[in-house]
């Protein structure tokens, strides 16, 4: 289950409700869901998606997503810290960015207007939409273990928009594998 660290005042919140309504309060969504049968630990993609199906297909429909997949990030990834480094870097979509996480845990780090920064911690079960436009970064640190599905509108899928603000190095820990 998610938790919620709250920056500058290093407070953590794990109360699933209490982080729902503050990240609501900025237009993130954050739910949780449950498979409709029990995965296997190498469940492939088909497998993955069919059993969120009955999650995730009215959510696509309801919100007019096109495409979905699942990424499974793990310490044997190759080239993995290249790929932990270019989701660490403040960034924006120009589309909303969706992830539901299948397994694993990984950190989404959100510079919000007012300047504060937020890190949610995302398990199994934790389904996260960030909206469009939203200055934000991801970890994989420190498991190195995400498998996710993602939830697109455009085909081409996750491009970054760098902000090159610098902001996001204050908040990296360095972590070997």
């Known amino acids: 289950m998610a938790s919620l660290l709250i920056a500058k005042e290093n407070i953590t919140i794990t109360d699933f409700t209490s982080i729902k309504n503050l990240l609501f309060q900025h237009g993130i969504m954050i739910d949780q869901w449950i498979a409709s049968k029990e995965l296997s630990i190498d469940a492939d993609q088909e497998t993955i998606l069919a059993a969120y199906a009955h999650e995730l297909n009215p959510f696509m429909k309801k919100n007019g997503y096109a495409v979905a997949d699942v990424i499974n990030v793990h310490p044997e990834t190759p080239n993995l810290l ?76 996750w491009v970054p928009n760098y902000t090159d603000s610098g902001i996001d190095a204050n908040y990296n820990p360095i972590h070997n594998l």
Not at 112 to 126: A, H, P, S
Not at 140 to 153: D, E, T
Request: charged share 30%; glycine share 6%.
């Open 82 to 157: 290249v790929i932990r480094e270019k989701f660490m870097k403040e960034h924006t979509h120009s589309e909303d960015e969706i992830r539901f996480f299948v397994d694993g845990v990984g950190k989404f780090w959100f510079h919000l207007d007012n300047e504060e920064i937020l890190c949610v911690t995302c398990e199994r079960g934790d389904f996260m939409s960030v909206p469009k436009n939203f200055r934000h970064w991801f970890d994989l640190a420190p498991q190195y273990f995400v498998k996710a599905i993602r939830i697109f509108s455009n085909i081409e899928g």
